[in-house]
């Protein structure tokens, strides 16, 4: 699901540029995704991402403050069902 909406906001992108309604700095987007995810060693070389660095980064952003998420969550499903 994830890549059907990533691919299709690139069709988009590229669709509207064509039509030249939107301008999109690839070489821009390009290093900000470099500096998100591309790792750095000791030596200073830069790695891509693998699999498993992805899947590391995703679960440390999806628990990161895990405990007042859940408490919200677990108040707004509270609050919803009483009231």
Known sequence: MVAFVLGGVFVLLQYLGSLS???VDWGRMASRFENLL????????RRAP???SLWRWMMD?????FQ???SFIAGLA???RIG
């Open 61 to 65: 952003f999806l628990t990161a403050d």
């Open 50 to 52: 693998t699999l498993a």
């Open 38 to 45: 591309y790792t750095t060693d000791a030596l200073g070389n």
């Open 78 to 80: 509270l609050g919803l």
């Open 21 to 23: 309604l939107v301008r």
């Open 68 to 70: 007042p998420r859940a």
